[in-house]
């Protein structure tokens, strides 16, 4: 059997993309395995971070025309006509040419759409675009509708969904009526900690945190987050105008994560309440950047709206840190 584990997009993604290295990595730590396993990568950047790696991998990226044409896949009348004079996708070419027996997605991809004949596995990392619906990230560009209709035919045609946690099994079950025995639960194994046990020996954190120059007076709050308004970057900030109006300037709250569309928001309520003694903003970090401020810091802060699963809780128990969880997720269960 000749498996292909579907990798998407790149490092630049953040937690989610490493999430699913982290898991695509551990396919090829299997012994025993009477398998072929090969990676399937989409993007070139994932190709140079792996090149230290030695893990075989195919790349499928499609050029402007397949893109436009994986588009018109997606409206019914077109996928019918290709279906009648049997032209198929390119991704599903991709598979065949390969000779892949079973694809593993390790996140809902619409790629899943186009395996027909082919068996696969999918992960689903959460189910927020229905509990969490007043956000934009899962509004904008038909997000919510276009997650609807990828899930559903998940569910569908899946030989096994993988969820991250038993709430997620839960919601998996009601909202999409799947059966149980169909759903797996696998934890997230964040990838920070494999790269540090990889380069402690080498690499100089300490140097490496020194070159942020923090005030070494100050106890550091990390929040290591996307500026996705999920997130909640404002309660952080609230917490800052509180410390302020009480003249409390021992802590400093350190953000750092693309931007995800509430970036300008945030930085805008940090000038506008004149917070910068209390609040640092990074953008994207280096792994060695971000474990250097996991070591040094005094605790780190995960005020989401979503969860439970959420990267940095992990990667906290490992850096042995106080992790400050705001419950917002466990209050609704």
Same mark, same amino acid.
């Given at each position: 059997?000749?498996?292909?584990?579907?990798?998407?997009?790149?490092?630049?993604?953040?937690?989610?993309?490493?999430?699913?290295?982290?898991? @695509?990595?551990?396919?090829?730590?299997?012994?025993?395995?009477?398998?072929?396993?090969?990676?399937?990568?989409?993007?070139?950047?994932?190709?140079?971070?792996?090149? !230290?790696?030695? &893990?075989?991998?195919?790349?499928?990226?499609?050029?402007?025309?397949?893109?436009?044409?994986?588009?018109?896949?997606?409206?019914?009348?077109?996928?019918?006509?290709?279906?009648?004079?049997?032209?198929?996708?390119?991704?599903?070419?991709?598979?065949?040419?390969?000779?892949?027996?079973?694809?593993?997605?390790?996140?809902? @991809?619409?790629?899943?759409?186009?395996?027909?004949?082919?068996?696969?596995?999918?992960?689903?990392?959460?189910?927020?675009?229905?509990?969490?619906?007043?956000?934009?990230?899962?509004?904008?560009?038909?997000?919510?509708?276009?997650?609807?209709?990828?899930?559903?035919?998940?569910?569908?045609?899946?030989?096994?969904?993988?969820?991250?946690?038993?709430?997620?099994?839960?919601?998996? &079950?009601?909202?999409?009526?799947?059966?149980?025995?169909?759903?797996?639960?696998?934890?997230?194994?964040?990838?920070?900690?494999?790269?540090?046990?990889?380069?402690?020996?080498?690499?100089?954190?300490?140097? &490496?945190?020194?070159?942020?120059? *923090?005030?070494?007076?100050?106890?550091?709050?990390?929040?290591?987050?996307?500026?996705?308004?999920?997130?909640?970057?404002?309660?952080?900030?609230?917490?800052?105008? &509180?410390?302020?109006?009480?003249?409390?300037?021992?802590?400093?709250?350190?953000?750092?994560?693309?931007?995800?569309?509430?970036?300008?928001?945030?930085?805008?309520?940090?000038? !506008?309440?004149?917070?910068?003694?209390?609040?640092?903003?990074?953008?994207?970090?280096?792994?060695?950047?971000?474990?250097?401020?996991?070591?040094?810091?005094?605790?780190?802060?995960?005020?989401?709206?979503?969860?439970?699963?959420?990267?940095?809780?992990?990667?906290?128990?490992?850096?042995?840190? *106080?992790?400050?969880?705001?419950? *917002?997720?466990?209050?609704?269960?």
């Amino acid at each position: 059997m000749k498996i292909g584990i579907y990798l998407e997009g790149s490092p630049e993604m953040g937690g989610g993309f490493f999430q699913s290295l982290k898991a @695509s990595l551990l396919f090829f730590d299997i012994k025993n395995y009477n398998s072929q396993i090969e990676l399937i990568i989409t993007e070139n950047k994932t190709r140079e971070y792996l090149l !230290k790696t030695q &893990i075989k991998n195919k790349l499928f990226k499609l050029s402007k025309i397949s893109a436009y044409t994986s588009q018109l896949f997606e409206i019914n009348s077109f996928h019918d006509f290709f279906n009648k004079v049997k032209i198929n996708h390119p991704f599903y070419n991709f598979i065949k040419k390969n000779n892949y027996d079973l694809i593993v997605f390790l996140g809902p @991809s619409p790629m899943s759409k186009f395996c027909k004949d082919i068996g696969f596995i999918s992960n689903i990392w959460d189910l927020d675009h229905k509990k969490n619906s007043q956000f934009p990230e899962h509004n904008l560009n038909n997000n919510y509708e276009n997650k609807e209709k990828l899930f559903k035919e998940i569910v569908t045609r899946a030989f096994k969904i993988v969820v991250p946690h038993h709430s997620n099994k839960i919601d998996l &079950i009601n909202f999409y009526k799947t059966t149980e025995d169909k759903i797996n639960i696998q934890n997230f194994i964040p990838m920070l900690p494999t790269i540090y046990k990889e380069k402690s020996k080498n690499t100089d954190y300490n140097s &490496i945190y020194d070159k942020f120059k *923090l005030p070494k007076e100050k106890k550091i709050i990390f929040y290591p987050a996307q500026f996705w308004a999920h997130k909640n970057h404002k309660y952080i900030i609230d917490v800052a105008k &509180i410390l302020k109006t009480k003249k409390n300037d021992k802590y400093l709250f350190i953000f750092c994560g693309g931007n995800k569309g509430n970036f300008i928001y945030v930085k805008d309520l940090i000038l !506008k309440n004149q917070l910068t003694d209390y609040l640092k903003i990074f953008t994207f970090l280096s792994d060695d950047e971000v474990i250097s401020l996991y070591k040094n810091c005094n605790a780190v802060v995960m005020p989401t709206f979503c969860g439970p699963t959420n990267l940095p809780i992990y990667e906290s128990f490992f850096f042995k840190k *106080l992790i400050l969880f705001l419950g *917002l997720y466990l209050i609704k269960r």
